[in-house]
């Protein structure tokens, strides 16, 4: 059975008009974020193979697991098949296991983490 995603708040996002200078703004704002998590990465990273071969993916990805920044395609489905439990903000998930996340990492040299980020936050 796939992981239940447990998210409180389910209220859909309202649609906004954009103006190319505001969606300018965002594209740019989501390219420093990727910026920001590789420069961390690279910067803190106690393997040469993250931090010379720059062997990582972060990303972000919206609700469904879809990528939205980011260079690798999304791991988050393969995870979600293969965990049993719920998933709620303040998780934090690390696992090296190919199995448990269908192949979502390769080998145990391999780490997949994450940590799931709800827009406002908890609504209890």
Request: charged residues 20%; negative net charge.
């Amino acid at each position: 059975m796939p992981a239940q995603i447990v998210q409180t708040d389910n209220t859909p996002f309202q649609s906004v008009a954009l103006d190319s200078i505001t969606l300018d703004i965002i594209e740019n704002a989501l390219r420093n974020a990727r910026t920001e998590m590789d420069a961390v990465l690279f910067r803190t990273a106690m393997s040469p193979g993250i931090r010379e071969q720059h062997d990582a993916f972060p990303m972000i990805a919206n609700n469904d697991g879809k990528m939205v920044v980011g260079q690798f395609g999304s791991f988050i489905h393969g995870f979600v098949q293969g965990y049993e439990g719920t998933i709620e903000e303040g998780d934090i998930f690390l696992t090296n296991d190919p199995y448990s996340c269908d192949g979502a990492v390769s080998h145990l040299n391999d780490w997949l983490t994450m940590m799931p980020i709800y827009h406002q936050g908890p609504h209890r």
